[in-house]
């Protein structure tokens, strides 16, 4: 990574489409699920989510140097649990109902693979500037994911889109997509059509979940 | 009282279920539930560190957290007493019972960042917190301790269930861009769904409200 310079651009486009958190790198997947049964609740997951993003790479960077290696893991767990309890009181003040519909999920972005991975993976290495940018360009590309796929789940499952209606009454609202069943299936459908595309512009990389258990033995042996 | 564990118990395990239900743990269940052993050991740690975890941060939310009026600390506290717990076992294990750890010992750095041991520990003060005004503490900290129990039981059903899902799933042949990952979710849809069909099941079962 450290090789050449990458442009300021191209750190901030990174992860909308290159390294897309939840379609291509697969992490992050339980809150994706979870989130996405409204479109309003995938809105403020995504606010929720980017911000906490954001203040963790600046700190985390910002402490790179200072940060012993032996316990960095929990450092950036104290770091990250910090502005996730800043996020839940600000919600629980100003946001009631999205607070409520996130639930424990909120609490939840603590340990959010995509959070610890970017800083173990970017801001640990990087300047502040660059991981900032490089949070901005993750939480964007975490958010338009979640959108889509909420508005995917509550078109076909109540037939409206952020509360506004889009299906008219006639058409037969597919319940099951609001459900746990659904969430799973999109997400499947999704990443298929993904897979699909990244053929066609020949960009087909491996997707493994992030707690592989081949890459585990791996780091064992 | 025991109709009532038994209704947590079990509500905990189908109706309930944390990774087809609640979509608690989701990583772990698409990255370890690729081999039946796997599974189980993984599912074992859980639930070992699910009852270790609510049995540490129960008492400290209603005794500590709660009279001195830092409810707001709970997650910074709650994930630092797991990650502490987890380092814990793991250095006791290795130290004291060599066989556990050579079977559990691979899955234990995973389950820090595991958000089914954060989300039991959170949502069983939710749930049960408010039960120590009404039936003492003793009672409470049963249901709890029961109820992080039959979520590590109801992770483990899952994902033993699906390991043997999966292994039919990779023998077959889907179209070239559902294979992998995306076969594998829809998979879950499929598995999930059929965990729909408990619904209600508890109350009738063991006619309690829950």
């Given at each position: 990574?450290?090789?050449?310079?990458?442009?300021?651009?191209?750190?901030?486009?990174?992860?909308?489409?290159?390294?897309?958190?939840?379609?291509?790198?697969?992490?992050?997947?339980?809150?994706?699920?979870?989130?996405?049964?409204?479109v309003?609740?995938?809105?403020g997951?995504?606010?929720?989510?980017?911000?906490?993003?954001?203040?963790?790479?600046?700190?985390?960077?910002?402490?790179?140097?200072?940060?012993?290696?032996?316990?960095?893991?929990?450092?950036?767990?104290?770091?990250?649990?910090?502005?996730?309890?800043?996020?839940?009181?600000?919600?629980q003040?100003y946001?009631?109902?999205?607070?409520?519909?996130?639930?424990?999920?909120?609490?939840?972005?603590?340990?959010?693979?995509?959070?610890?991975?970017?800083?173990?993976?970017?801001a640990?290495?990087?300047?502040?500037?660059?991981?900032?940018?490089?949070?901005?360009g993750?939480?964007?590309g975490?958010?338009?994911?979640?959108?889509?796929?909420?508005?995917?789940?509550?078109?076909?499952?109540?037939?409206?889109?952020?509360?506004?209606?889009?299906?008219?009454d006639?058409?037969?609202?597919?319940?099951?997509?609001?459900?746990?069943?659904g969430?799973?299936?999109?997400?499947g459908l999704?990443?298929?059509?993904?897979?699909?595309?990244?053929?066609?512009?020949?960009?087909?990389?491996?997707?493994?979940?992030?707690?592989?258990?081949?890459?585990?033995?791996?780091?064992?042996? | 009282?025991?109709?009532?564990?038994a209704?947590?118990?079990?509500?905990?395990?189908?109706?309930?279920?944390?990774?087809?239900?609640?979509?608690?743990?989701?990583?772990?269940?698409?990255?370890?539930?690729?081999?039946?052993?796997?599974?189980?050991?993984?599912?074992?740690?859980?639930?070992?560190?699910?009852?270790?975890?609510?049995?540490?941060?129960?008492?400290?939310?209603?005794?500590?957290?709660?009279p001195?009026?830092?409810?707001?600390?709970?997650?910074?506290?709650?994930?630092?007493v797991?990650?502490?717990?987890v380092?814990?076992?793991?250095?006791?294990?290795?130290?004291?019972?060599?066989?556990?750890?050579?079977?559990?010992?691979?899955?234990?750095?995973?389950?820090t960042t595991?958000?089914?041991?954060?989300a039991?520990?959170?949502?069983?003060?939710?749930?049960?917190?408010?039960?120590?005004?009404?039936?003492?503490?003793?009672?409470?900290?049963?249901e709890?301790?029961?109820?992080?129990?039959?979520?590590?039981?109801?992770?483990?059903?899952?994902?033993?269930?699906?390991?043997?899902?999966?292994?039919?799933?990779?023998?077959?042949?889907?179209?070239?861009?559902?294979?992998?990952?995306?076969?594998?979710?829809?998979?879950?849809?499929?598995?999930?769904?059929?965990?729909?069909?408990?619904?209600?099941?508890?109350?009738?079962?063991?006619?309690?409200?829950?």
């Amino acid at each position: 990574m450290a090789q050449e310079k990458k442009s300021k651009v191209s750190i901030l486009t990174n992860g909308i489409i290159k390294e897309n958190p939840v379609l291509r790198l697969v992490l992050g997947t339980c809150s994706t699920l979870a989130v996405t049964t409204a479109v309003s609740s995938a809105l403020g997951m995504g606010a929720a989510f980017t911000f906490v993003l954001v203040c963790a790479n600046i700190i985390i960077s910002l402490l790179r140097k200072v940060i012993p290696g032996k316990v960095h893991l929990p450092c950036y767990i104290v770091i990250i649990a910090g502005f996730v309890t800043i996020v839940q009181m600000f919600m629980q003040a100003y946001m009631e109902s999205l607070y409520n519909a996130l639930g424990v999920f909120l609490p939840l972005i603590v340990v959010n693979c995509i959070i610890l991975g970017r800083a173990e993976m970017f801001a640990c290495k990087n300047s502040v500037v660059d991981s900032a940018l490089d949070g901005i360009g993750m939480g964007i590309g975490y958010t338009l994911t979640v959108v889509l796929m909420a508005s995917i789940r509550e078109i076909l499952g109540s037939g409206t889109w952020l509360g506004f209606k889009v299906l008219p009454d006639s058409m037969a609202k597919i319940g099951i997509m609001t459900q746990a069943p659904g969430a799973f299936f999109c997400f499947g459908l999704l990443m298929a059509g993904c897979v699909w595309l990244e053929t066609k512009l020949d960009a087909r990389i491996e997707r493994k979940s992030c707690c592989d258990i081949d890459n585990l033995k791996k780091e064992a042996e | 009282m025991l109709v009532k564990l038994a209704a947590i118990f079990f509500s905990m395990i189908l109706v309930n279920n944390y990774v087809l239900v609640k979509f608690y743990g989701i990583c772990p269940f698409l990255g370890v539930s690729k081999k039946l052993d796997s599974s189980v050991g993984m599912s074992g740690a859980v639930i070992f560190v699910m009852f270790m975890a609510t049995a540490v941060t129960f008492p400290i939310q209603i005794f500590i957290l709660d009279p001195a009026g830092l409810g707001y600390l709970q997650t910074i506290v709650f994930i630092l007493v797991i990650a502490v717990l987890v380092q814990f076992i793991e250095i006791f294990l290795k130290k004291y019972v060599v066989a556990l750890y050579n079977s559990l010992g691979v899955y234990l750095p995973l389950i820090t960042t595991n958000c089914c041991v954060l989300a039991v520990t959170i949502l069983v003060v939710d749930d049960y917190g408010a039960d120590v005004a009404a039936l003492g503490f003793g009672a409470a900290y049963i249901e709890a301790l029961v109820c992080s129990i039959g979520a590590g039981v109801g992770f483990m059903l899952a994902m033993v269930m699906f390991s043997g899902v999966r292994k039919r799933v990779e023998a077959c042949d889907p179209p070239a861009p559902f294979k992998g990952l995306p076969i594998t979710l829809i998979a879950a849809a499929i598995t999930s769904l059929s965990f729909m069909g408990f619904g209600g099941i508890v109350e009738n079962l063991f006619n309690v409200t829950l």
